[in-house]
């Protein structure tokens, strides 16, 4: 399959309209696909730059509130003054302009190692430069929550998702992250060409609306598409979310950054079944109900 680039004209912020030439089965055809957008976005503090990140246009507050929490810049939401959004970077002739421009109460308790990170991340690698799981748990206590969630519930969850992503449904091309409460509640679900991405936004959204830090009795669960990594885990810790489900495998310093802080992993989660890899505790077995 060739491509060419049609118009810059969008059908969203997310979504682009491509002319291609699709071949299949020794015939050719030429018609109109819908890609995901893909372009930098630069987060700064007092207009010093932070970080950058490739991620798909949308809800760029949410994703450098997410961020910036989960980095340990900030410790709740009232910690930012003011955040300003730039114009997208496509209408101003390709100059990489997309930026979030974040006001802090008071930037200069920043600590400087933060800085020095320089941190950048993409859609195939994350963000890169992490600290190590000693300087995490330096900052980041276990997690005391102890409640637990029915298998059958779990097992729900990947359809739920997938119910809502109504971006991957026009091109395929994306990841989510959702946040549900441990009845199968959907408080959050956010899609961005990376992991890492989504899963800022559903934290920033929840950061924002005053429900994370998660501290109620129940549980919650961090829901991913792909693989549950190291930098996932992380950022459910720091948003103290017990539970993290990943439809694919688990890396190994995830597991071990996990379970190092009590944190239930599952990997492979499925309508019929997951993996668990640590925190077997708040799984509580059940048959499913025959419908």
């Given at each position: 399959m060739?491509?060419?680039?049609?118009?810059?004209?969008?059908?969203?912020?997310?979504?682009?309209?491509f002319?291609?030439?699709?071949?299949?089965?020794?015939?050719?055809?030429?018609?109109?696909?819908?890609?995901?957008?893909?372009?930098?976005?630069?987060?700064?503090?007092?207009?010093?730059?932070?970080?950058?990140?490739?991620?798909?246009?949308?809800?760029?507050?949410?994703?450098?509130?997410?961020?910036?929490?989960?980095e340990?810049?900030?410790?709740?939401?009232?910690?930012?003054?003011?955040?300003?959004?730039?114009?997208?970077?496509?209408?101003?002739?390709?100059?990489?302009?997309?930026?979030?421009?974040?006001?802090?109460?008071?930037a200069?308790?920043?600590?400087?190692?933060?800085?020095?990170?320089?941190?950048?991340?993409?859609?195939?690698?994350?963000?890169?430069?992490?600290?190590?799981?000693?300087?995490?748990?330096?900052?980041?206590?276990?997690?005391?929550?102890?409640?637990?969630?029915?298998?059958?519930?779990?097992?729900a969850?990947?359809?739920?998702?997938?119910?809502?992503?109504?971006?991957?449904?026009?091109?395929?091309?994306l990841?989510?992250?959702?946040?549900?409460?441990?009845?199968?509640?959907?408080?959050?679900?956010?899609?961005?060409?990376?992991?890492?991405?989504?899963?800022?936004?559903?934290?920033?959204?929840?950061?924002?609306?005053?429900?994370?830090?998660?501290?109620?009795?129940?549980?919650?669960?961090?829901?991913?598409?792909?693989?549950?990594?190291?930098?996932?885990?992380?950022?459910?810790?720091?948003?103290?979310?017990?539970?993290v489900?990943?439809?694919?495998?688990?890396?190994?310093?995830?597991?071990?950054?996990?379970?190092?802080?009590h944190q239930?992993?599952?990997?492979?989660?499925?309508?019929?079944?997951?993996?668990?890899?640590?925190?077997?505790?708040?799984?509580?077995?059940?048959?499913?109900v025959?419908?």
């Open positions: 060739s491509l060419s680039m049609k118009t810059r004209n969008t059908v969203s912020e997310a979504v682009q309209t002319a291609i030439t699709r071949h299949r089965n020794g015939a050719q055809s030429t018609l109109e696909d819908e890609l995901v957008v893909e372009e930098p976005l630069e987060i700064r503090i007092e207009g010093r730059r932070y970080t950058a990140t490739m991620r798909t246009p949308g809800h760029d507050d949410l994703l450098a509130r997410g961020l910036l929490f989960t340990g810049v900030i410790a709740d939401n009232d910690d930012i003054e003011t955040l300003n959004q730039s114009t997208l970077c496509r209408e101003r002739n390709q100059e990489i302009i997309n930026m979030v421009d974040v006001t802090l109460q008071d200069e308790s920043i600590p400087a190692h933060l800085w020095e990170r320089s941190l950048i991340s993409n859609s195939s690698c994350g963000l890169c430069g992490k600290a190590s799981i000693e300087a995490l748990t330096a900052r980041v206590q276990p997690i005391e929550n102890r409640a637990r969630c029915d298998s059958p519930v779990l097992c969850f990947n359809d739920a998702m997938r119910q809502r992503q109504s971006l991957f449904e026009r091109t395929g091309g990841h989510a992250a959702g946040i549900f409460t441990s009845d199968g509640e959907c408080l959050a679900l956010y899609e961005d060409i990376g992991r890492h991405n989504a899963t800022d936004k559903a934290i920033g959204f929840g950061l924002e609306n005053g429900w994370l830090p998660w501290k109620k009795s129940e549980a919650c669960v961090l829901v991913v598409s792909g693989r549950a990594s190291f930098e996932i885990v992380q950022k459910a810790l720091v948003a103290r979310i017990p539970i489900a990943a439809v694919s495998a688990a890396s190994s310093l995830a597991v071990e950054l996990a379970d190092a802080h239930t992993l599952i990997g492979w989660l499925r309508p019929n079944g997951f993996t668990v890899y640590c925190g077997e505790e708040r799984i509580m077995h059940r048959e499913p025959a419908r």
